[in-house]
Antibody, heavy 121, light 108 residues
Framework: QVQLVQSGAEVKKPGASVKVSCKAS????????MHWVRQAPGQGLEWMGW????????NFAQKFQGRVTMTRDTSISTAYMELSSLRSDDTAVYYC??????????????WGQGTLVTVSS | EIVLTQSPATLSLSPGERATLSCRAS??????LAWYQQKPGQAPRLLIY???NRATGIPARFSGSGSGTDFTLTISSLEPEDFAVYYC??????????FGGGTKVEIK
């Protein structure tokens, strides 16, 4: 069965970086895009961007351009999201979620369990 | 950027009642709209994709309709496990996605 298993909770200081991992199993890792979505406490869902695990190509929401990096290691079917220059308003649960490739791109059919990132001095 | 506006923000209903949730887009998204359900402490779950197609394993009481800028998620008869927050999401403007602000369906 499809599973996306994310790394554990993180506590970071303002200005630091965080790297969250998402290990995929139960399907062909390179056959689906991997998206990252975050949710601040008590708030809605915010899309951050995606990586194409096959090519390594990426696309980010304008809000995160210059601060987010998405990478993958196909040998271990794992995607990574790194966010730099952390601020207190980056405190959120970060989810990975897969979608089919075009033309069905963008339907987030399986999600990881979420990783809480807390930014506090 | 395409903005999705969901209404109402909160819907107070009793089990067995019909729920009607709305999602309006700032410009046409054709039929490229999905709905997700999120329960407290859980990841979102895909319910409906491309406006009206139920995802795998989703009960028939959930249905979606609409195209262009106006969309509806209907839950025909609320079960206790349906009380949750629902989000719409568009995939029309490749390569970006956006979500609506959510509608909370609570027990009256």
């Amino acid at each position: 069965q499809v599973q996306l298993v994310q790394s554990g909770a993180e506590v970071k200081k303002p200005g630091a970086s965080v790297k969250v991992s998402c290990k995929a199993s139960g399907y062909t890792f390179t056959g689906y895009y991997m998206h990252w979505v975050r949710q601040a406490p008590g708030q809605g869902l915010e899309w951050m961007g995606w990586i194409n695990p096959d090519s390594g190509g990426t696309n980010f929401a304008q809000k995160f351009q210059g601060r987010v990096t998405m990478t993958r290691d196909t040998s271990i079917s794992t995607a990574y999201m790194e966010l730099s220059s952390l601020r207190s308003d980056d405190t959120a649960v970060y989810y990975c979620a897969r979608s089919p490739t075009p033309p069905k791109w963008g339907q987030l059919d399986f999600w990881g369990q979420g990783t809480l990132v807390t930014v506090s001095s | 950027e395409i903005v999705l506006t969901q209404s109402p923000a909160t819907l107070s209903l009793s089990p067995g009642e019909r729920a009607t949730l709305s999602c309006r887009a700032s410009q046409s998204v054709n039929s490229y709209l999905a709905w997700y359900q999120q329960k407290p402490g859980q990841a979102p779950r895909l319910l409906i994709y491309d406006a009206s197609n139920r995802a795998t394993g989703i009960p028939a009481r959930f249905s979606g309709s609409g195209s262009g800028t106006d969309f509806t998620l209907t839950i025909s008869s609320l079960e206790p496990e349906d009380f949750a927050v629902y989000y719409c999401q568009q995939r029309s403007n490749w390569p970006s996605l956006t979500f609506g602000g959510g509608t909370k369906v609570e027990i009256k």
